[in-house]
């Protein structure tokens, strides 16, 4: 068996061949399985992920809200996006029948002044076509207009053959105080996140096609719909790893081989909906165009969807599903200075009379906060509001 492998890798080469991509992946998931990127280094523990006594890990106070009550007739609620826009504060989800992603599914959004008395509810999208349904993809301010990110598809959920999927932008028009369809941002597209800046100016957003395969989009400035799109990961790359759209953010000397680098480069992190209950991590160090193999890390995670961002006081935090070992039923907020690696960790002590789960954390900051919104049992929208300040004192970078 191994002799006949050897002979025909032999004449392979010998004919010009390069190894054939099934083979090449299956490899090089056997490197990254046995060496993790080592995301993860916290007190104690060290990078031993399996070694986390979650039930020992501090506990970040806040304050709580409910941003949409849960519903008996629209039961689903998921996909929860904040921002903080012309003084006051918006929140857009996905709301609909109880089971996820069927038609007629829509967009709700709400507003508040202070994030945690919210106005009641509203329609963002109206009802979709019969057979077809809308999927929140987050709230994007280009050159002054705010814009709500929607994916339109077509049955039940996405991905799949003839899903018709696009992503559609919504303006709103402050005069009318309503939303209005601005039109298609991308075809056969569905991001995770609002697009962010580049260093270059450029704007970049991660996106799936309908059959799962991760690209970035690259563009934005001539026009909303102006983007070009660079192949992150397909769906059947490696074996085993089935990659969400990933986060990403800008460091300064990233590097996959542990190098350091005063260039600006960017980080990803992916979850997996393979069943490896880790994160994967993949650079780029041309402004998002090419990307290295994504590796597993020592990042454990819940298949579920993770969310970072860099805060005024210069440390990155990641709030994600960290516990696998009881699913999406805590929250947890973790620390990095250097955009690398996470060295803290805490759970964020979010109030819950009943074991539930809380999921699809969405975060920014504003006036020395953290607000957390969140769908909890996907059938409530609420939010969580953090101090900086006591961030800083659960979890001291030195």
Known sequence: MIFSWRICLIV?????GTWPTRLASAQAVAEIKATPAKVLDLPGTGTDETAIDYAQLPVLPGKHAVICPGETTLKFQLHNYLLHHEGKFWCMWSQGPPVEDEPSQFIRYATSEDGLKWSEPKSLSGSPPEGYGYIARGLWVREGELLALVAFFKG??????????KLQAHVWDGKAAAWKLKGTVADNAINNFPPQRLSSGDWMTTKRDSRFNVSMLIGGVKSYDDWQAYPVVERSR?????????????????SNSGANSPEKKLVALFRDNGGSSRLFQAFSTDNGRSWSLPAISNFPNSTSKIFSLQTTTGQRVLVSNANPKVGRRELHLSVSTDGLTFRHMARLGIPSPKPGTLQYPHVIEHDGHLLIAFSRNKNQSELFKVSLADIGALLPMK
Not at 12 to 16: A, D, H, I
Not at 156 to 165: H, I, M, P, T
């Open 156 to 165: 039940k959920g996405a991905f799949g053959v003839n899903k018709e999927l």
């Open 238 to 254: 490696i074996k085993g790893f089935s990659p969400d759209e990933p986060i990403w953010w800008e460091v300064a000397g990233a």
């Open 12 to 16: 392979f080469t010998l004919l010009g």
